[in-house]
């Protein structure tokens, strides 16, 4: 059994979001799935096999981070979508079957790839008592996320916040389903980015996610309406970094993205 680490959301690598890809014949138990998720020990793995018998989808696709089954991820999606391309398992589209629907992923000529997800159903909320002083900065305003992401979303004062946050992750995992987007205003587009955003999921097991794909559609429905283009580029500042193309599309967003394969290696247990 193949198993690849990429790296998601960037051009380099050691940099973007890293992900284990397995290609499968179909989908062991679920236990075989959450043990070599949590041996890969990155924010998410993902398991992939091909649907002939399905006409509305290619292949079907899971993804696990080290404790537990997720319903959507970007940057997994990304890696097994390059995976595909790249070793010549799948040619142009792809379309997934997932536990969010169908989602495509469209390559392109400079190597990028598209992905095309449902975009994230915003509500306003109260600030819940405790975010403050958990994140270690106080929110403008707060929204919740929707069942597919399942983050809470706090808007900060300006990008030199969003880059200083040394949050409490354990105070955090109270808040929503997942975590906490933390997200603000490029303080200089001309930088080639819009927006700056970081991700803390303390309760899937992640402290701080590098580069997230589902992240950014909550976010592009955000900052498309404030920053006045359907259009924009966010950076997620982690340690590695990396940035996600975003274009709203109504009730879809599509997130555009690099990926680098940095390991190629074989499951031996």
């Not at 306003?124 to 597919?148: C, F, M, Q, W």
């Not at 309760?203 to 404030?226: K, Q």
Request: charged share 20%; hydrophobic share 40%.
């Amino acid at each position: 059994m193949q198993i690849r680490i990429v790296d998601a959301f960037t051009d380099r690598p050691f940099s973007g979001n890293p992900a284990g890809v397995l290609l499968l014949d179909a989908f062991p138990g679920d236990d075989r799935l959450q043990d070599i998720a949590l041996e890969v020990n990155h924010a998410e793995t993902a398991f992939t096999h091909p649907t002939p018998d399905d006409p509305d989808a290619d292949w079907a696709l899971r993804w696990f981070t080290p404790v537990t089954e997720v319903a959507m991820c970007g940057h997994a999606t990304l890696a097994t979508a390059h995976v595909l391309h790249t070793t010549g398992a799948h040619e142009g589209p792809v379309r997934f079957r997932t536990l969010s629907g169908v989602l495509t992923a469209t390559p392109a000529g400079d190597g990028s790839i598209t992905l095309d997800f449902p975009t994230a159903p915003l509500t306003e909320v109260d600030l819940p008592e405790g975010v403050t002083e958990a994140l270690g900065a106080r929110p403008l305003s707060a929204y919740d996320t929707g069942p597919n992401v399942g983050d809470l979303v706090v808007e900060l004062p300006d990008e030199r916040t969003v880059h200083a946050l040394r949050p409490d992750h354990k105070a955090l995992a109270g808040y929503s389903k997942r975590g906490i987007i933390a997200t603000a205003r490029a303080e200089n587009p001309a930088l080639g980015y819009d927006f700056v955003s970081r991700c803390f999921f303390p309760n899937v097991g992640i402290d701080e996610d590098p580069v997230t794909g589902s992240a950014h559609t909550a976010l592009a429905p955000f900052w498309s309406p404030r920053l006045g283009s359907p259009d924009l580029t966010g950076l997620q500042a982690s340690p590695r970094s990396g940035r996600v193309r975003t274009s709203l599309r109504g009730d879809r967003t599509l997130l555009t993205g690099h990926a680098v394969t940095v390991i190629e290696g074989e499951l031996l247990a």
